[in-house]
């Protein structure tokens, strides 16, 4: 399959001969041991109050819970500065500034592209097709898929909503079956039967056959039915999942994304980072917060049922065309005088996204509380057409 994958042909040299960075600390096990009462002179700070100490540079606590969580050893994983980080680090691992190119799939995250320019790396973009799928066979035919360092794919996609990728329909199936109260081996109809393998083989022919970085950004994943590419790490060495704090788990604030890969690409991603790329502040929120797993399931099954009832008076209102279904906290909706829309929305204190110069006449709405829900139609009920 993509057994031929050979990662140090596509990192880039200085970044490959990198030691990584050893603080004092480091080279014993301080944080992850208990030991609180040793003698710290190390790193010249001052030896009174709470937050005196550099954090854990490897955020070993998180790691751990974050491990059991996914069910993926603890040296698979990058925790960064949000997934931002993770995204600006995949450029500077893996792509020689003036010299190597990327693909995407726009409409999509904006911050793929503001970091390649900012890394100076071209970027090739192939369009998802007309109803926001993705274009498999113009990327594998595309000039750029033979050299292109990184694969950018975004699933569920920002801004419009929808799944690009499955990981395994397979599971998925499994998976779903099982929660609503059915056996785990049920048997699959014949037409899922071939779906599931078409699905297979087209992830094969993908990973197998780009010599790059497949990135599945997968920071909506938490609003989906579908199982994680997490699951497929063991399969596709060229994998890199995204996922972050931002977005299901309320952590926006605390900036806390991960990159979860095989151990040889997180330790690139470790020799890369600055040292301390995660304060302790932030640290100690995102470890409370994936300890209340039962917490963060009810607000995401809030906003899945607030979703859909925004959906549903969205596609009441006449001047909205279509509303996108969604498996991600927002909408994107295609609106008639969709700017003045949202500037009326403005005007009276409803924020939402205009995506109309991606998308033409397309607004995006944040799936909030039940209140917000309601604030947003009534001051859409009131907007008057030219
Ligand atoms: C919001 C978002 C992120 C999150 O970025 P952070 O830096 O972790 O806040 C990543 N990818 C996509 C597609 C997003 O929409």
């Known amino acids: 399959m993509s057994s031929e994958f050979k990662l140090k042909s596509i990192v880039r040299s200085n970044i490959w001969n990198l030691q990584p960075y050893s603080s004092a600390r480091s080279e014993f096990d301080l944080y992850g041991s208990g030991k609180n009462n040793l003698t710290l002179l190390d790193a010249n700070e001052n030896p009174k109050g709470d937050l005196n100490r550099y954090p854990d540079p490897m955020q070993s606590l998180i790691k751990e819970e974050l491990a059991k969580q996914k069910n993926l050893p603890a040296n698979q994983i990058f925790v960064g ?39 100076n790396i071209e970027v090739v973009k192939i369009d998802l097709g007309k109803s926001f799928e993705l274009d ?39 998976a779903q079956n099982y929660t609503r109260g059915g056996m785990m081996d049920m048997p699959f ?76 690409i997180i330790e690139l991603f470790n020799r890369t980072k600055p040292p301390y790329n995660v304060n302790e502040l932030s640290q100690r929120a995102v470890l409370e917060a ?22 549903a008076h969205l596609n009441s209102f006449d001047f909205i065309k279509k509303v996108y279904p969604s498996e991600a906290n927002f909408l994107l ?6 700017t003045d829309v949202y500037n009326y929305l403005r005007d009276n204190d409803v924020i939402i996204r205009n ?12 799936v909030g509380t039940r209140r917000e829900c309601e604030e947003v139609i009534k001051t859409l009920r009131t907007f008057k057409k030219n």
């Open 290 to 311: 994936l300890l209340q797993t039962e917490k963060t399931e009810n607000e995401i099954k809030e906003i899945v049922i607030n979703r859909e009832f925004l959906a």
């Open 136 to 174: 498999l066979d113009g990327i594998m035919k595309s000039a750029a898929f033979t050299n292109a360092k990184l694969l950018w794919i975004c699933s569920p996609n920002n801004p419009t909503g929808n799944a690009l990728l499955k990981a395994d329909l397979k599971h998925d199936w499994q």
């Open 189 to 264: 109809a014949p037409e899922f039967e071939a779906e599931m393998l078409n699905n297979q083989r087209k992830l094969d022919q993908l990973f197998g056959a780009f010599k790059g970085i497949v990135v599945v950004d997968e920071a909506y994943h938490d609003f989906t039915e579908h199982i994680s590419f997490i699951n497929r790490l063991e399969d596709y060495p060229n994998l890199v999942v995204l996922q972050t704090m931002s977005k299901a788990y309320g952590l926006a604030g605390a900036r806390v994304g991960f990159a979860f890969a095989s151990p040889e």
């Open 81 to 119: 500065n949000g997934s931002d980080e993770a995204i600006d680090l995949l450029y500077r691992i893996f792509c020689e500034p003036g010299k190597d190119r990327v693909i995407t799939c726009p409409p999509t995250y904006g911050m793929y592209e503001v970091s390649a320019a900012i890394n």
């Open 333 to 338: 909706a295609q609106v008639d005088q969709a």
């Open 355 to 366: 995506r109309s110069s991606q998308i033409a006449d397309t607004l995006r709405f944040t």
